[in-house]
Nanobody, 126 residues
Framework: QLQLVESGGGLVQPGGSLRLSCTASGFTLEYYAIGWFRQAPGKEREGVSC???????????TYADSVRGRFTISRDNAKNTVYLQMNSLQPDDTAVYYC????????????????WGQGTQVTVSS
């Protein structure tokens, strides 16, 4: 069964850090682009970051303007895991964070992602 599982969410103070993990089972992540999305209460789901397949010679990463310089996406193919390191967290970062996978290349359109995790809650509050 193809699955993605997120972990690492929690409650942090403004300025704090968290590292989210997205681990795949049933398929090999190196052939997939992995995107992170988030959804806050009453708001639409938005793209946060993406890491394209590492079998491509032009593998790349992307970030939303709101998180660029604070968040870093990385991959550990040996562990079939993608990470999202989140630093300098702000209250506006509070949301449920999801990882998603599609073949090879990143997309800004969530409908184009084939596999989704269950989400992990991130709360930033003093």
């Amino acid at each position: 069964q193809l699955q993605l599982v997120e972990s690492g969410g929690g409650l942090v103070q403004p300025g704090g850090s968290l590292r989210l993990s997205c681990t795949a089972s049933g398929f090999t992540l190196e052939y997939y682009a992995i995107g992170w999305f988030r959804q806050a209460p009453g708001k639409e789901r938005e793209g946060v970051s993406c890491f394209s397949s590492t079998v491509s010679s032009d593998s790349s990463t992307t970030y939303a303007d709101s998180v660029r310089g604070r968040f870093t996406i990385s991959r550990d193919n040996a562990k079939n895991t993608v990470y999202l390191q989140m630093n300098s967290l702000q209250p506006d970062d509070t949301a449920v964070y999801y990882c998603a996978a599609r073949s090879y290349y990143c997309s800004k359109h969530e409908i184009e992602y084939d596999y989704w995790g269950q989400g992990t809650q991130v709360t930033v509050s003093s």
